[in-house]
């Protein structure tokens, strides 16, 4: 009697250890967060974990009874790296989301292991229209380039720019870009005299700006991955092609808030289209841009930033309401589910993800480079409401 006791306790007991942990992890909702903390993208990947991290500071770990944990992965911007992370967060850390995605092949090469996982993907900054396509679990909180590109084409001939020429990075976002920029352009009367592409990697533009001084446009478009406007800004200005009369348009990608204060007055007046500016006037973003300069000893947030910040507010919102039965995780479907329809105000303004398409609605802003209190900001002059992804009726 006492010895089968005994045996009894042992084993209750031993069931309740190997228990314990089981329990612990079940209650552990994980986001395998990967980004390119190095290299070329790097700065990307520092400004949207510093915004992972201010959302869960200000929102706090724990959502509808789960503790939350960030792992944040560099995937140096490399693809096949970005998909051997993802399949080991997804098999050994049993993530419950995927999310970050600096580039767009980043997005692409991983977008299969969301599809046989049944893992939402959140792409927090690749902006190629066709992500969204690539596996129905990805949901999408930055922008698309075809999004952004219209505005200023819509803009630039109302304003005297009619002979454009198009510089953008070789790869899906310029691409994106270079065609409905032109589309647009020629549709509203203006013309693209020459269609120019640069490497994607270690991009000389030395010759290229060389060319459109010879081409002589009104204006110059440019799209070049978060990182590069810098770059392309001082070749520009070094070239003196702003007085030889041709001006500087783009996306916002290029007047970037992560390198803008440091490009100099050359920068001033450059106009441009984008869904982000650090200047968004709204008390929202007053707060957003306070907060994250204070965490993170001065850094300025860009549009990187707000959609990695956006990204956590709706995993979280999506943990908080979706369907479960009792106290158990969320399936990544149920999950999905509750991305989907989403609809809140952001630091950029009211953002919206379409049910149907997985991508973002938001609007899109042109701004002009102007000098407040000592710093050089995208300060907005119009604005376009509720903006969907062009690309998506093509
Ligand atoms: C992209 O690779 O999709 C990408 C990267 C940086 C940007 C925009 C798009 O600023």
Redesign the pocket.
């Known amino acids: 009697m006492k010895r089968r006791n005994f045996t009894a306790a042992a084993l209750a007991a031993a069931t309740f250890a190997t228990a314990l942990p089981a329990l612990a992890q079940d209650n552990t909702f994980k986001i395998g967060l990967i980004l390119p903390m190095t290299g070329q ?1 790097a700065s ?1 990947g520092r400004q949207i974990e510093a915004a992972a991290r201010l959302y869960m500071a200000q929102n706090g770990d724990t959502v509808a009874g789960k503790k939350i944990q960030l792992i944040v992965k560099d995937d140096t911007s490399l693809p096949d790296a970005t998909r051997r992370l993802a399949q080991e967060l997804v098999v050994n850390d049993k993530v419950n989301v995927l999310a970050g995605f ?6 692409l090469a991983t977008a299969p292991i969301a599809t046989q996982s049944k893992t939402p993907l959140v792409v927090m ?4 229209s066709s ?1 969204t396509q690539a596996s129905p679990y990805v949901v999408r909180t ?1 922008f698309t ?1 075809p999004q952004v590109s219209v505005a200023l084409a819509d803009w630039a001939p109302k304003n005297g720019i009619k002979k454009v020429v198009t510089l953008v990075s070789d ?3 310029g691409l994106d870009a270079e065609k409905f920029f032109k589309e647009r352009l020629t549709f509203n009367g203006g013309l693209v005299t020459e269609s120019l592409r640069v490497p994607m990697r270690n991009p000389d533009f030395a010759p290229f700006l060389q060319k459109v001084r010879d081409l002589k446009p009104d204006a110059l478009f440019v ?5 590069a406007g810098a770059a392309v800004m001082k070749q520009f200005l070094e070239r003196g092609m702003d007085k030889a009369g041709i001006k500087l348009i783009g ?1 916002g ?1 290029v007047t ?1 808030d992560d390198q803008l204060n440091d490009m100099g007055d050359g920068a001033l007046g450059v106009v441009t289209s984008h869904h982000y500016s650090a200047a968004h006037p709204s008390a929202l973003n007053k707060k957003f841009v306070a907060a994250f300069e204070k965490a993170n000893k001065g850094l300025r947030p860009n ?2 930033a707000v959609g990695g910040y956006d990204g956590m507010r709706v995993i979280y919102e999506a943990l908080r309401t979706a369907k479960v039965t009792g106290k158990a995780m969320p399936s990544g479907d149920a999950l999905l589910d509750a991305m989907k329809g989403q609809i809140f105000e952001s630091p950029r303004g009211k953002i919206f993800i379409d049910a149907q398409t997985r991508d973002v609605v938001q609007d899109v802003y042109l701004r002009k480079v102007e000098k407040k209190d000592g710093q050089l900001f995208n300060v907005e002059f119009d604005v376009i409401k509720d903006v969907k992804d062009p690309g998506k009726t093509k």
Do not use: E, K, N, R
């Open positions: 993208q990307t600096g580039i767009t092949p980043s997005a900054a690749a902006a190629t992500i930055s380039l790869y899906g976002p799209f070049v991955p978060s990182g996306t990608d970037d549009f990187m």
